[in-house]
């Protein structure tokens, strides 16, 4: 079983994760390694309600490899094939190495991709939240997908409906509007050069 | 994509009203210690107010995954946005991304350049030898005559000789995935375009076959059945997405995602050429 990492959140409420998924985050890793006596690590600038969502996402992302892993770097281990048995497998394959052949981590990889894309089909607070989170705890693998679930926001809206979703002032002065609309105007023509 | 760690908060001072207590935009430091800034904002669901959320790096990280209308869309939202998506990499970046052309030189004369990258925009330039018909080079780009003879404005089949060469179109997307393109404006064409250069120009060319240099064709099938099944798409498609992924199945079906949606904007805003 593998240890734990306790983590309180900006509202005082207490999260007892496994250490693999404490760890997506560089930051709560960097604290940890830093001898803390209770394991306890503070996080006042994340409520429970994002600290909780962040979790599940890091809980999904355990064991998996990282969204920006090749196949041919996943390790063994990580393989849902290969779990735990280490030898036995094929000669090609080294210990730190795994085959970039390999149908299992394929699917899996596949998978999560389809389910991390599922987990930023939320509204956009939601988004804002978690992209912020992933910042500031160093998260990549949440980073990645928070950005790819704010840009999916975006596509296809126009200015309006962008400022609406995202709660934006339209800071422009009247002379800056006219710039726009001179400098824009083809957006609206289907048939630009 | 990762923490960022500098943000450029004296730039963003210069483009926030003085008077605009909406903007805060807080900076961001690696450690979660108290930072520099005296009120902290907790992420929490009750402080929601993207604006003083988002930094320009992560505007950056977010502005760079759009196809070239909605980047440009995003420039019209407000002045942060509008100062970051106007950035030349930014829109070059946005340019290049469907194709994986590796850099494009240059400038246009206007931005309205950027503002799609469908295929028309590139076309192939063919310095022209001794024998060279149009026949010929449409056989062996495998384009039709008559789109050669449109893009550089050819009455007839004859008097190619007089020009120093001839723009092919682009119909191979491959040619383009890791090459470098030059923003030119041509005179038969009579418009700017990002010429690509096969032989003979001032960059080598990487020739794409040298990503697949790694699979052996067992594993290159494995993988492509896999992918195809995933994406639901055919083995040709499946290839071209892998290809430039450059063995990396994960980033593979974020781009073919990615283009998906670009199609279907394309689709609802232009009609189909």
Redesign the interface.
Known sequence: MGKTIKLIS??GEMFEVEEAVAFQS??IKS?ADEDNADDCIP?????S??LSKVLEFCRKHANSPS??T???AIPSELCPKHDGSAAGASSSESSSAHS??C?AC??A??K???WD?EFVKVD???I??L???A????I?DL??MA??G???A??????EE??KL???????TPE?EKE?LK??S??DD???? | ????GDDDGDLLDQL??PE?D??TYFD?N???SPSSFAE???????N????A??SKD?LR???E???P??L????????L??AVASEREMREKAFRSPWKVRRVLGDPSS??FW?HSRLDRFAISHRLRRGDTVAGLALRYSVQVMGIKRLNNMMSDHGIHSRERLLIPVVKPELLLNSTCYIEFDEQAK?EVAVLYLEGGPDEKTNNLTNRA???E??KR??LN??RR?MQVDVETAEFYLSFS?????AA??HF?EDL?WE??KR????FS
């Open positions: 900006g509202d560089n930051i604290l996080l006042p600038r994340v409520d309600q994002i969204v920006h090749k196949f041919a970039e052949t149908r394929y699917d990889v596949m999560l991709v389809q894309l956009l607070d939601l804002h939240h992209l912020k989170a910042n500031y705890l160093d990549e980073m990645f950005v790819e704010a840009a999916n975006i596509r296809g809206n126009n200015p962008i400022r995202f709660d934006l002032e339209n800071d422009f800056e726009i400098e824009y083809w957006l289907p048939f630009e050069p | 994509m990762g923490c960022c926030v009203p605009s909406t903007h961001h690696s450690s979660p902290e904002v907790v992420i929490s669901p009750m929601s107010n993207f604006a959320l988002v992560l990280a977010i502005l995954l759009l196809p209308q909605d440009a869309r995003s420039a019209c939202v407000c002045r946005w509008r931005a309205l503002g418009r790694a699979f052996t067992r594993g494995k993988i896999s992918l995933s450059n063995g990396d199945p994960r079906m974020m995602s949606r279907r904007q609802e805003h232009y009609i």
